[in-house]
């Protein structure tokens, strides 16, 4: 009986450890991918901040005034921008409300406009598709040479007295210093919003960095948003440059608008300043990453 007894309790606890190896340990998943920020304030460029190269092509396609197809794109950015930012945050517009005309002139008196060289953006490689995707990039790679990163600011020097200054020709970007913070705690009070997106400056431009392609009529075009983002002391979180290429024959500003202004704003709305990656909690209170893989 004995025997039987013990027989009975080992194979139990046999069954037990085995149960307990295939689960592994507890993890809990809690949903800590927060935003940092209340709410997001959308200011739109101002008119004098658009800059187009290409804007007598437009004109004639598009039948409409200069201010026309600026209030068009000043407009469209700012809904464009609304509608990628509700993936993160609730927002509001300064342009989409009747009794903010005064609250918008108050945001752009606030600040002031500085030229600043970009941030260099890391250009996603694309996924190969097959195995003679795949030998053409390691070719690629194996045999690029490797470039180095220019200073993005030369100094002047002097040569007997007089100044000689040196031509900079690195792309730059319309940052912004906030001179009265007041003026943003007013605005952060009235519309319950922290976070401040300023559009600095809407360009579209021919790509001009590949000369060869600019001969032979391949070269693409431009569009850009500059933008600074500022939290309620006027402390700068986010800035940057941001450049969607687009065909150089497209001269529809409601396809532009409709095709490639998205793209830019989903850019824009991944440089809003979020929580890191989401993190699980082992039974022992470690945090892990949640890709990492549980050791058993």
């Known amino acids: 009986m004995n025997k039987l007894a013990i027989y009975i309790s080992f194979f139990l606890f046999s069954i037990f450890l085995s149960g307990y190896s295939q ?26 901040m658009y800059l187009c190269g290409v804007q007598t092509y437009l004109a004639q396609r598009s039948k409409k005034t200069h201010n026309e197809i600026v ?3 000043r407009e469209e950015t700012a809904l464009e921008l609304q509608n990628q930012f509700l993936y993160r ?10 009794d903010t005309a005064k609250d918008l002139y108050r945001a752009y008196d606030a600040i002031s406009y500085k030229f600043e060289v970009a941030p260099v953006e890391v250009e996603e490689e694309e996924q ?17 040479k490797k470039e180095t990163t220019p200073s993005p600011y030369v100094r002047g020097t002097t040569n007997e007295g007089q100044i000689v ?20 705690k007013y605005l952060g009070e009235k519309y319950n919003a922290d976070l401040f997106v300023y559009v600095t400056e809407f360009d579209i431009e ?23 983002m500022v939290d309620l002391d006027g402390k700068i979180v986010e800035k940057g440059l941001i450049m969607v290429p687009f065909p150089n024959n497209e001269n529809d500003i409601t396809i532009i ?7 830019a704003a989903k850019k824009m709305m991944d440089k809003l300043p979020y929580t890191p990656s989401p993190m699980v909690d082992e039974k022992k209170g470690k ?9 058993r």
């Open 23 to 48: 689960r592994g340990p507890e993890v809990v998943l809690p949903d800590t991918t927060k935003p940092l920020f209340k709410k997001v304030m959308i200011i739109p460029f101002e008119e004098s």
């Open 287 to 295: 945090g892990v990453n949640a890709s990492d893989k549980v050791r």
């Open 71 to 73: 209030q068009y794109f």
């Open 89 to 98: 945050y609730n927002t509001v517009s300064l342009l989409h409300f009747n």
């Open 257 to 263: 608008r409709t095709l490639y202004l998205p793209q």
């Open 165 to 184: 200054s040196r031509k900079s020709t690195t792309q730059k970007f319309a940052n912004i210093k906030v001179n009265k913070p007041e003026t943003l």
């Open 128 to 144: 190969p598709r097959n195995a003679l995707d795949k030998a053409k990039n390691l070719s690629k790679n194996l045999f690029k």
């Open 206 to 228: 021919n790509d001009m960095s590949n000369q060869v392609a600019f001969v032979d009529g391949t070269y693409k075009r431009l569009l850009k948003l500059h933008f600074s």
